[in-house]
């Protein structure tokens, strides 16, 4: 495999960005593109029966909006964090920050402003969201700047954040926390984490250390037994929830097991887009660029909320 090499690209935060330029490369900064992530939020308010309520959506909405604040602000301190590393990677070190076109006193100052108002709006919908809002951050933030360099703890802490978000879903709506529902969460979520690392992996080759020290932890062989593990757990834990008794009467259906098709597909095409195509680096940016795979995912929520709001599904 041909080695990448790069150079450094020094940070010029004595010459920061006019101000007309600064508002696009903070959004850039802030990564709308990953924010389909913070659909996981909806996954409660969809589950939990409360879909056509209009009051209850409203609060979804609105928590998805909060996770976006929320996670955007993650994004600004984990690229501070990384700047230097970034600068080494052959993708990363064209971010403003890494590249040095947004100073890091700027992106700290806007980071610190959207988690403070994103708590605060949670703590507006429910205490007990603003509690989960509060936890997803500093678990966000100890990732950022201490456990992304231990090994495995770093992928269970991405899964951590996705499943957080599952819960903030639940709690804005006040609904209950399906348990099957956040086993499968959590596998998921470390099914595109291990993919991730492994896309590192592969692209970086020899350089892959020097841009992230945790690599050198792993291996393709040793992340390829991990994915394995997951994706067969993942597709267990779907199917059993999905054909479960006590699923069917909690939601009212007993035909979600229909879905099971979408899943399958989608795991099967994520794989191959990993193994044969060399992705996995950031898995919304795959949704959104691989046609078969969003369809895929769009399809399987049609059907999950047409089962679930329609006679169909009685």
């Known amino acids: 495999m041909a080695r990448v090499t790069s150079s450094p690209v020094p940070e010029r935060d004595a010459t920061p960005a006019p101000a007309r330029l ?19 939020v909806l996954a409660g308010v969809v589950f939990g029966g409360r879909l056509l309520e209009l009051r209850a959506l409203l609060a979804a909405l609105a928590a998805f909006a909060i996770f976006c604040a929320l996670s955007g602000a993650v994004y600004l301190f984990n690229d501070v964090a990384d700047r230097e590393a970034d600068q080494l990677h052959p993708l990363k070190r064209a971010r403003p920050i890494a590249s040095g076109r947004l100073s890091t006193r700027t992106a700290l100052i806007v980071a610190a402003l959207l988690g403070v108002a994103g708590i605060q709006a949670a703590l507006l919908i429910r205490p007990e969201f603003g509690l989960v809002a509060s936890s997803y951050l500093a678990v966000l933030l100890v990732y950022s700047f201490v456990l992304k360099h231990v090994v495995i703890l770093d992928v269970l802490m991405i899964a951590a954040g996705f499943v957080l978000r599952a819960i903030a879903g639940a709690v804005a709506v006040d609904v209950p926390i399906g348990h099957w529902l956040l086993v499968c969460t959590t596998l998921l979520a470390l099914f595109l984490g291990l993919s991730k690392r492994r896309h590192e992996l592969t692209l970086l080759a020899e350089d892959a250390t020097g841009h992230r020290r945790i690599l050198e932890e792993y291996s393709p062989y040793l992340l390829d037994q991990m994915i394995g593990v997951v994706t067969s757990s993942t597709l267990i834990a779907y199917t059993v929830y999905a054909t479960s008794p006590d699923t069917a009467a909690r939601l009212g259906t007993d035909k979600l097991g229909l879905t099971i098709p979408f899943v399958l597909y989608g795991i099967f095409r994520y794989l191959y887009l990993v193994h044969q195509k060399r992705g996995g680096g950031s898995p919304a940016a795959l949704l959104l660029a691989d046609r078969p795979l969003l369809v ?15 006679p169909l599904g009685k």
């Open 22 to 40: 600064t508002l696009p490369l903070l959004v850039a900064s802030l990564r709308p593109e990953q924010w389909t992530k913070n659909l996981l």
């Open 296 to 310: 895929c995912v769009a399809l399987w929520a049609a059907s999950v909320i047409v089962l679930l709001y329609s």
